[in-house]
């Protein structure tokens, strides 16, 4: 059984989780392996599964930015069999083309906000746009996305009883009174902004996952991922690295939203993926914070970036939006000591390697 660590609090009230299927059972379960005695402990278990067994493994999202990364290193195992349901809002299924064919990977056009019968071992649940432009695009379908696609695939885990875990955000920390921000912070964010549908939408789903957790049995694992980004993310989805990036390249100016001295940390996509796997296989239920603590000025990011792309453009300040939170970084002792997780690419690796991608799609060769 998962070990709760929400408020640092080890509560142990949880039920055990639900028994899985017959049908399940008899391709895919551990229960239908002969283990040997050597991995009797938790830890033993989850390695064994992680390396040696077979698992199918929905992703909701997957055809988004992580979460095809998450796909591709998923895929890596070839006792995996993956299964992708997106509804393609914000994702693409070029993201995918690599694996679209392979026998071990299925992708669905599915929406969250319906309900979904797949036999599954784990859910990755990513579904939900993640930058601004695209959930303020209709925010009433973010929240829902949120709220009844987490009800659904709550209630898929319970039904299988697959293990499921959740991408939280930072945002749920909305502009932190506390910083760096750890677990325990429970966050300043504002009920009834623009910004609410993701991030209220993320703390409800946040509740509902405990909630199936204590009421139902159900395994849970939640991650809160900070700023990640690297190739393949939106081009003009208003990310402030995808913009500054694309921005350099197209010779414009680097807007930078007012005052400039606003932070973030950045994580670079391979990072996260290790993360993600690292919790899901992990003895933890979260949250957990997952993210790099090496903390920008958004301004800095921006001369960086202008330094490594393009250093003939210039970088203007301009309006803010509401609610842009001052300072963001996380707190990660918690992934250090419990996943033995830290990030391993800096910015000024990780940025070239996302504006390699960027060139390639926006078909701006490098001069020279
Ligand atoms: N990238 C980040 O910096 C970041 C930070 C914090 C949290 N997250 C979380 O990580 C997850 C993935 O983010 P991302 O950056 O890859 O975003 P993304 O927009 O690239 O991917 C989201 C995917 O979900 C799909 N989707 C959206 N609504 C859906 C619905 N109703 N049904 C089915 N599919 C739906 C989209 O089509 C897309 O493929 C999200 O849950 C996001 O909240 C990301």
């Known amino acids: 059984m998962a070990k709760e660590i929400s408020n640092g609090v080890n509560h142990g009230t949880s039920k055990p989780p639900p028994t899985p299927s017959p049908l399940r059972n008899s391709k895919f379960s551990p229960e239908s392996l002969e283990l040997p005695s050597l991995f009797s402990s938790s830890f033993w278990m989850d390695l064994h599964l992680l390396c040696f067994a077979n698992l199918r493994i929905l992703v909701t999202g997957g055809a988004g930015f992580i979460g095809s990364h998450l796909v591709d290193r998923l895929m890596e195992n070839e006792k995996n ?26 992708l669905i056009r599915h929406d969250v906000t319906e309900t979904l019968l797949v036999e599954v071992d784990r859910i990755y649940h990513l579904a939900c746009p993640a930058s601004p432009i695209f959930y303020k695009y209709n925010p009433v379908k973010t929240i829902k996305t949120n709220v009844i696609g987490t009800l659904n695939m709550l209630g898929l885990a319970k039904r299988v009883g697959a ?38 939408g993320k703390r409800v789903a946040e509740t509902l996952m405990f909630d199936y957790h204590r009421q139902h049995g159900v395994e849970i694992r939640i991650a809160r991922i900070f700023n990640t980004y690297g190739p393949r993310m939106n081009i ?78 210039p970088v203007n300040v301009v309006e803010n939006t509401p609610d842009d939170p001052r300072q963001r970084k996380p707190d990660i002792s918690k992934a250090r000591e419990l996943l033995g997780w830290e990030p391993k690419v800096g910015l000024r690796q990780g940025l070239p390697l996302m504006e390699e991608d960027f060139r390639q799609r926006l078909a701006i060769p490098r001069e020279n």
Request: hydrophobic content about 30%; charged content about 25%; aromatic content about 8%.
């Open 81 to 106: 069999e993956v299964i992708v349901a997106d509804n393609f809002f914000s994702g693409s299924k070029d993201n995918l083309k690599k694996w679209i064919g392979n026998p071990r990977f299925e």
């Open 163 to 200: 293990r499921i875990l959740l991408t939280s955000t930072s945002e749920v920390y909305g502009d932190p009174l506390e910083h760096p921000q750890t677990e325990e912070y429970w966050g300043n964010v504002n009920p009834i902004g623009v910004r609410s549908c993701y991030d209220e």
């Open 236 to 313: 003009d989805d208003g990310r402030v690295v995808s913009n500054f990036i694309a921005q350099a390249l197209r010779g414009e100016p680097l807007t930078v939203q007012s005052p400039g001295t606003q932070t973030r940390s950045f994580c670079y996509v391979s990072d996260m993926v290790d993360g993600l796997v690292r919790l899901m296989e992990g003895d933890h239920t979260g949250p957990i914070n997952i993210g790099n603590p090496g903390e920008f000025t958004i301004m800095e990011l921006a001369q960086t970036v202008k330094e490594l792309t393009n250093p003939s453009v």
